[in-house]
């Protein structure tokens, strides 16, 4: 999951340069890619880590599970900007900061608590699902951990 968020950190340098071009066709692309990537990872992390997280610590697995929550509004909320060419650029800086905080939170409350105490089977699991999901998607798997 670790390399997930590496390859995210990635890709939204390039949308923000893609942003300030005003390439439009690009800024579509990195978006679709963003958003597929992001709701592939989340759904990945809600089925098959957070719920043993929450055994450890259940406000911690809440309050994360509540940010994938305000993450899918703000990305719906912005993928429609994105549809009408009506995306601010700052208003977009805003939520990939957003975004690479939570992903930072969960690199130092849940990565590292998952690796040392998760079954091999269960992460091996989340992989399978991500890369599932982007394949019935008809994309590569761009966050896969």
Request: glycine content about 4%.
């Amino acid at each position: 999951m670790m390399r997930s968020h590496e390859q995210l950190r990635a890709l939204l340098p390039r949308l923000l340069e893609a942003m300030a071009a005003n390439a439009r066709d690009d800024v579509a692309a990195l978006w679709r890619e963003l958003d597929h990537g992001l709701l592939t990872h989340m759904d990945a992390e809600e089925r098959f880590i957070l719920p043993v997280f929450a055994h450890v610590d259940r406000t911690e697995a809440l309050d994360l599970l509540r940010q994938h929550g305000q993450i899918r509004e703000q990305l719906l909320e912005l993928g429609v900007a994105v549809d009408l060419h009506y995306l601010r650029f700052e208003r977009s800086e805003e939520f990939l900061q957003i975004l690479l905080t939570h992903a930072a939170r969960e690199e130092r409350l849940l990565y590292h608590w998952a690796d040392d105490r998760l079954a091999p089977g269960v992460l091996e699991a989340v992989r399978a699902r991500v890369a599932a999901d982007a394949a019935e998607r008809g994309s590569r798997p761009h966050l896969v951990g």
